[in-house]
């Protein structure tokens, strides 16, 4: 085998080795991730609040040991409040940083923007000188009639030979190879310059003895003039990708400011559920202790049976409405723990106390101004100006492939000697070539090239249009958001005096009953109105706080850091 490693073979065979040996998938990987990340980390600065450390990676564990436990039993919750006992306590805090690292719609997200990210490493690597290599190797055999010589008759001298076919085949042997490297860039004039080394070694290894070794360097030149030609239309795909993935930046950015809100609006409706059927428990406890002392009225003849008995319905009701509370609460905690990207059957409470620490807090900020802060902060907004941009410059895209195909071509080489021998033959810069020329390409069938230009055309108007509505969407969003708000607040004053008057008919229905003069019908008005009033108090609450986050979210100017927490707004304002 040594006989065949020639000089000439050395290049291909380096080559092949290359191409077997190849590159580990984990150094594809990490390539891939330092730049669809270095993409990223450059165009984050464009976006406000993008969130600052970016990764796919899912390498934050969370463990439910880690949390605070609960040690006490809640009364309300009856036989299932030992299966709480020892659970793990999940403040809204906790929740927002669990769902942002392990949330499954959140990481869908990342994954999205960062395939956007590959998207434009792609198209900035068009750019970018390209090199590729190859080579064949072949081992051939064939058989040809042997060629004897004999004296020719028309020769006196019988000295001269002549060529004469036998009927034997002989059987020849032989080796070739051939090695090519090239490479490639693309110009920012549509220009594609490209160069390329080839070499070529042929050997019988019956036979003839010959080796021939041959190599050539060639490079060319291919310029559009006319259709394709320039910088806007070259650049095209490339711009068009850079602007993608600042849409998919800001695109993700809003999909954090939603989710916060989302995590919090279903953290706060667990607690509003939880309340209800504390509520409920609460309503089923004064409904028994009414009825019990009605039963004691009535079997010394100071109440009616029938008074007894509307006392005694009530209390079924609230029973059957404490079962039906706690069967929501434990519904809407199983849904929130599966939007947090929890097991169901993870063993967990939330904390109390972010119920009884919220407040109203109503920004002070008017309609029209609320709706120039959201035309100048919403990232969609942005989007759809930018997008409409977009649509524009591709109708000048497309009028170009419209045009005639000219293309200066040129292309210059030098070549070896094709020669025996054992030495690797260089390229002899005497033995050059080149040619110039262009090729024509006339607009004769243009029928693909004209749709695509009406369609610009439409699409262009079709994105003037959503342009626009957007603007009106926004104003609409921010109006209901205000009046959501500002109707919640009042929601909230109206039951806040709602549960005090409440609170007075009990205790009056109460004293009245002690003395026997109480109406069936007015206790169970009176205990009914206190605890729907103390419901709904809960829920103007939460409502007013959700309101108030969907408020600043239609703005654009809620704050997520990269937990997940928000920063209230201090003066929307000034943003």
């Given at each position: 085998?040594?006989?065949?490693?020639?000089?000439?073979?050395?290049?291909?065979?380096?080559?092949?080795?290359?191409?077997?040996?190849?590159?580990?998938?984990?150094?594809?990987?990490?390539?891939?991730?330092?730049?669809?990340?270095?993409?990223?980390?450059?165009?984050?600065?464009?976006?406000?609040?993008?969130?600052?450390?970016?990764?796919?990676?899912?390498?934050?564990?969370?463990?439910?040991?880690?949390?605070?436990?609960?040690?006490?039993?809640?009364?309300?919750?009856?036989?299932?409040?030992?299966?709480?006992?020892?659970?793990?306590?999940?403040?809204?805090?906790?929740?927002?940083?669990?769902?942002?690292?392990?949330?499954?719609?959140?990481?869908?997200?990342?994954?999205?923007?960062?395939?956007?990210?590959?998207?434009?490493?792609?198209?900035?690597?068009?750019?970018?000188?390209?090199?590729?290599?190859?080579?064949?190797?072949?081992?051939?055999?064939?058989?040809?009639?042997?060629?004897?010589?004999?004296?020719?008759?028309?020769?006196?001298?019988?000295?001269?030979?002549?060529?004469?076919?036998?009927?034997?085949?002989?059987?020849?042997?032989?080796?070739?190879?051939?090695?090519?490297?090239?490479?490639?860039?693309?110009?920012?004039?549509?220009?594609?310059?490209?160069?390329?080394?080839?070499?070529?070694?042929?050997?019988?290894l019956s036979g003839d003895p010959?080796?021939?070794?041959?190599?050539?360097?060639?490079?060319?030149?291919?310029?559009?003039?006319?259709?394709?030609?320039?910088?806007?239309?070259?650049?095209?795909?490339?711009?068009?990708?850079?602007?993608?993935?600042?849409?998919?930046?800001?695109?993700?950015?809003?999909?954090?400011?939603?989710?916060?809100?989302?995590?919090?609006?279903?953290?706060?409706?667990?607690?509003?559920?939880?309340?209800?059927?504390?509520?409920?428990?609460?309503?089923?406890?004064?409904?028994?202790?009414?009825?019990?002392?009605?039963?004691?009225?009535?079997?010394?003849?100071?109440?009616?049976?029938?008074?007894?008995?509307?006392?005694?319905?009530?209390?079924?009701?609230?029973?059957?409405?404490?079962?039906?509370?706690?069967?929501?609460?434990?519904?809407?905690?199983?849904?929130?723990?599966?939007?947090?990207?929890?097991?169901?059957?993870?063993?967990?409470?939330?904390?109390?106390?972010?119920?009884?620490?919220?407040?109203?807090v109503h920004p002070d900020i008017?309609?029209?101004?609320?709706?120039?802060?959201?035309?100048?902060?919403?990232?969609?907004?942005?989007?759809?100006?930018?997008?409409?941009?977009?649509?524009?410059?591709?109708?000048?895209?497309?009028?170009?492939?419209?045009?005639?195909?000219?293309?200066?071509?040129?292309?210059?080489?030098?070549?070896?000697?094709?020669?025996?021998?054992?030495?690797?033959?260089?390229?002899?810069?005497?033995?050059?070539?080149?040619?110039?020329?262009?090729?024509?390409?006339?607009?004769?069938e243009r029928k693909a090239e004209?749709?695509?230009?009406?369609?610009?055309?439409?699409?262009?108007?079709?994105?003037?249009?959503?342009?626009?509505?957007?603007?009106?969407?926004?104003?609409?969003?921010?109006?209901?958001?205000?009046?959501?708000?500002?109707?919640?607040?009042?929601?909230?004053?109206?039951?806040?005096?709602?549960?005090?008057?409440?609170?007075?008919?009990?205790?009056?229905?109460?004293?009245?009953?002690?003395?026997?003069?109480?109406?069936?019908?007015?206790?169970?008005?009176?205990?009914?109105?206190?605890?729907?009033?103390?419901?709904?108090?809960?829920?103007?609450?939460?409502?007013?706080?959700?309101?108030?986050?969907?408020?600043?979210?239609?703005?654009?100017?809620?704050?997520?850091?990269?937990?997940?927490?928000?920063?209230?707004?201090?003066?929307?304002?000034?943003?």
């Amino acid at each position: 085998m040594k006989r065949f490693l020639q000089p000439g073979l050395w290049p291909l065979l380096l080559a092949v080795c290359f191409v077997l040996t190849g590159c580990s998938t984990q150094h594809y990987r990490k390539s891939a991730d330092k730049e669809a990340y270095g993409a990223i980390a450059q165009k984050s600065p464009l976006v406000k609040n993008m969130e600052e450390h970016f990764t796919i990676e899912q390498t934050n564990q969370f463990f439910l040991e880690g949390l605070p436990a609960t040690t006490n039993v809640e009364e309300f919750l009856g036989r299932d409040g030992e299966l709480e006992r020892g659970a793990r306590v999940i403040s809204l805090e906790k929740a927002l940083d669990i769902a942002v690292t392990h949330s499954r719609i959140y990481q869908s997200q990342k994954e999205q923007l960062f395939l956007a990210a590959l998207g434009l490493t792609l198209a900035r690597h068009q750019f970018a000188p390209i090199f590729s290599a190859g080579g064949t190797a072949s081992y051939n055999v064939n058989t040809a009639p042997v060629v004897d010589t004999v004296p020719d008759p028309t020769d006196p001298t019988g000295q001269r030979q002549i060529p004469v076919i036998s009927d034997n085949l002989a059987e020849s042997r032989s080796f070739s190879a051939s090695g090519q490297s090239l490479g490639s860039i693309l110009l920012s004039t549509g220009a594609r310059l490209s160069a390329s080394f080839t070499s070529d070694f042929f050997r019988y290894l019956s036979g003839d003895p010959g080796t021939r070794v041959s190599s050539r360097v060639l490079g060319t030149l291919i310029q559009p003039l006319w259709r394709g030609a320039g910088y806007r239309v070259t650049m095209e795909n490339l711009t068009q990708s850079e602007r993608n993935l600042l849409y998919a930046l800001r695109n993700f950015t809003l999909f954090r400011k939603r989710f916060s809100v989302d995590v919090a609006t279903a953290y706060y409706r667990v607690l509003q559920s939880r309340d209800v059927a504390r509520n409920s428990y609460i309503n089923l406890q004064s409904s028994r202790r009414n009825a019990d002392r009605t039963r004691a009225l009535a079997r010394e003849g100071r109440v009616t049976q029938a008074d007894l008995g509307r006392l005694e319905q009530q209390e079924l009701l609230a029973e059957s409405q404490w079962i039906a509370g706690l069967n929501n609460y434990k519904q809407d905690l199983d849904s929130f723990k599966i939007q947090l990207g929890l097991s169901t059957d993870a063993n967990i409470v939330l904390d109390d106390r972010d119920l009884e620490q919220l407040k109203i807090v109503h920004p002070d900020i008017s309609v029209e101004e609320s709706t120039k802060v959201a035309l100048a902060t919403r990232l969609d907004y942005q989007n759809l100006r930018e997008q409409f941009e977009d649509a524009g410059r591709k109708i000048g895209i497309a009028a170009n492939a419209l045009k005639a195909q000219v293309d200066l071509v040129a292309s210059a080489g030098i070549d070896s000697p094709q020669e025996s021998s054992t030495r690797f033959p260089v390229p002899d810069i005497n033995r050059y070539n080149w040619s110039a020329g262009l090729n024509l390409n006339l607009p004769l069938e243009r029928k693909a090239e004209r749709n695509a230009y009406r369609a610009s055309l439409i699409t262009y108007e079709a994105a003037r249009r959503t342009f626009e509505q957007q603007a009106d969407q926004i104003k609409l969003d921010v109006r209901n958001g205000w009046r959501a708000l500002d109707q919640a607040k009042r929601n909230y004053e109206i039951n806040e005096i709602g549960v005090k008057l409440a609170e007075r008919r009990v205790e009056e229905q109460n004293l009245l009953a002690e003395l026997g003069r109480a109406r069936a019908q007015d206790q169970v008005d009176a205990q009914n109105a206190l605890n729907d009033s103390k419901n709904q108090l809960t829920q103007a609450l939460v409502s007013h706080t959700i309101a108030r986050l969907q408020f600043w979210n239609n703005l654009g100017i809620l704050y997520i850091k990269d937990n997940g927490q928000w920063e209230e707004v201090a003066d929307a304002k000034s943003n």
